[in-house]
């Protein structure tokens, strides 16, 4: 990725932080949907090919401009690699798919952590199973 393009983090992370999943918006002239969707597909061979998984393209309903490209990492770390990892030719599909956007703004990328059901313990007096333990005691 180019210099000048770190992701904002508002919140404390480490290497180990995760899942993280990225969503990046495009607003694509409808007249181009079909070849912007192959440019896609070469898109996600390469977020593949570089660590990311689960990935998706999906349209949105109501305004059918807005694509919306969806992929997870498994920790803050593998994304911060992936970004590393962009080969020339991985850099010309970016620009190729960023081409299609027409709204050239910078707040379309959004980087989320993912928290899966009772990965986090919200109350103080939650058992941690990491660290907890339980002892039973017989009547």
């Not at 919140?11 to 949907?33: K, N, Q």
């Not at 896609?40 to 349209?59: C, E, H, P, Y």
Request: aromatic content about 10%.
């Amino acid at each position: 990725m180019p210099l000048g393009h770190e992701p904002a983090v508002g919140m404390a992370l480490t290497m180990r932080s995760g899942p993280v999943v990225i969503e990046v918006e495009y607003d694509v002239d409808p007249e181009r949907a079909r070849d912007f969707y192959a440019v896609m597909m070469k898109m996600q061979s390469m977020r593949k090919r570089n660590g990311g998984f689960d990935w998706s393209l999906a349209r949105d309903i109501a305004n059918p401009a807005l694509w919306t490209e969806r992929y997870h990492c498994p920790t803050w770390g593998d994304y911060l690699r992936l970004r590393d990892r962009f080969t020339q030719a991985d850099s010309e599909i970016q620009a190729e798919a960023d081409s299609y956007h027409r709204a050239h703004d910078a707040s379309r990328v959004r980087r989320r952590l993912e928290r899966p059901f009772g990965s986090v313990r919200w109350k103080a007096d939650s058992l941690d199973p990491r660290q907890d333990t339980v002892s039973w005691m017989a009547p």
